[in-house]
Structures are given as structure tokens and as C-alpha cells.
């Protein structure tokens, strides 16, 4: 059972509603609300795990090399959106994140880094910068610093899965992949 519970987790995450976090309204920026948000919206879990679940089919570096990219340019496109910059289709991007972090996993590593950590930085842009562009002024700082926390875990959560899976078959992780892909291509559906 240990061993299947990160893909039940997945199956179950996946069997959920629609739930694009980026409202606009009347969302509270605190430390709270920072740690609870990538586990509360289905494109964030989904995008966050993918990204440990890829740099666990990789060696060296690149296992951290990932989720260290994806948290620095979530921080950067937070900036950007809190400066009022403003990026295209940042909904859209998000949705195709997944879909993209899922054909990735699927791949394992079949994805080079060359390719994958310049993916991996653009969809945490986009991530980060959904949640930048709805802050008010002076409150996104306690917020960002949980999101940051809780998506290091997401990561170390996905990384440790992917582990697990790789060490049975490249087959689960190739499965978990594709049904993150799927629901990509679900999420994507609500944004156009």
C-alpha cells in the first residue's frame, strides 16, 4: 500500500473539479494562505509534482537543478506581476504547464535538461506571476514565502514519488505522467 499511495494520491487529485486558483477576488495573502495554495489548487499540485517526478528520472544535479529553478522564476514572475508587468495567456500557460510537466514525466529522461529546465522556468514564471498580478500592495511578501515553502515540499513529495515509482518500473512513472497530461489537456478545456 505504501507504495501506491502516491499514485492513488495522484488518481484522486485527478478525479477532483476544476479548481484554477487565480480568482481575483477576495483572496488573503498571509503565510497561511501561501502554504495551504499549492496543495488547494489542482494546476499547482499537479505542475509541482511533475517537476520532482522529472528530475527524478534524471542524475546529479539536475534533481535539484529543477526545483530550484522552478522556485527561483516563481519568484521572479510573482515580482513581475506585483510590479504590474504584465505576460499573455498566463491561464492558459498554466493549464498547458501541466500538460507539458505530464508529457515530461511520461519521457523521464528522454527530456533532456537542456530542454527541460527552460520549460520548467517559464511555466513557474507564469505560475508565479498569476499570483504577483491579484496581490495588493505590500501583502504578497508572508504569502510568497509560503507558497515557496509548500512548493519546495510539493517538489521533495514529487522527487520521492518519482523514486519510488522509477525503482518498480518505468511504467508507473510513465502512467502518472500521462494522467498528469490528461489533466492538463482538462484544465486547459476550462481556460479557453
Known amino acids: 500500500m505504501k507504495r501506491t499511495r502516491p499514485l492513488l494520491t495522484l488518481l484522486l487529485a485527478c478525479a477532483a473539479a476544476p479548481a484554477l486558483a487565480h480568482t481575483g477576488n477576495d483572496h488573503a495573502f498571509s503565510l497561511f494562505t501561501g502554504l495551504a495554495h499549492p496543495v488547494g489548487g489542482l494546476d499547482h499540485l499537479l505542475a509541482m509534482v511533475a517537476v520532482g517526478l522529472w528530475a ?9 537543478a529543477a526545483p530550484l529553478t522552478f522556485v527561483l522564476s516563481m519568484l521572479a514572475g510573482c515580482v513581475l506581476g506585483a ?8 491561464e492558459p ?62 517538489h ?10 522509477l525503482s518498480r518500473t518505468a511504467l508507473w512513472a510513465r502512467a502518472t505522467g500521462a494522467l498528469i ?7 486547459l478545456s476550462g481556460t479557453l
Open 56 to 64: 527524478a528520472a534524471h542524475q546529479g544535479s539536475i534533481r535539484l
Open 83 to 90: 510590479a504590474g508587468i504584465a505576460l499573455p495567456a498566463v
Open 93 to 154: 500557460g498554466i493549464a498547458v504547464s501541466v500538460l507539458v510537466l505530464g508529457l515530461m514525466v511520461a519521457a523521464g529522461k528522454n527530456v533532456p535538461a537542456q530542454l527541460g529546465l527552460p520549460l520548467i522556468a517559464l511555466f513557474a514564471l507564469l505560475h508565479g506571476h498569476a499570483h504577483g498580478a491579484e496581490a495588493p500592495a505590500g501583502a504578497i511578501w508572508a504569502y510568497m514565502a509560503g507558497f515557496v515553502a509548500s512548493t519546495a515540499l510539493l
Open 156 to 165: 521533495a513529495g514529487g522527487l520521492l514519488a518519482g523514486k519510488q515509482l
Open 181 to 187: 497530461a490528461g489533466s492538463g489537456v482538462w484544465l
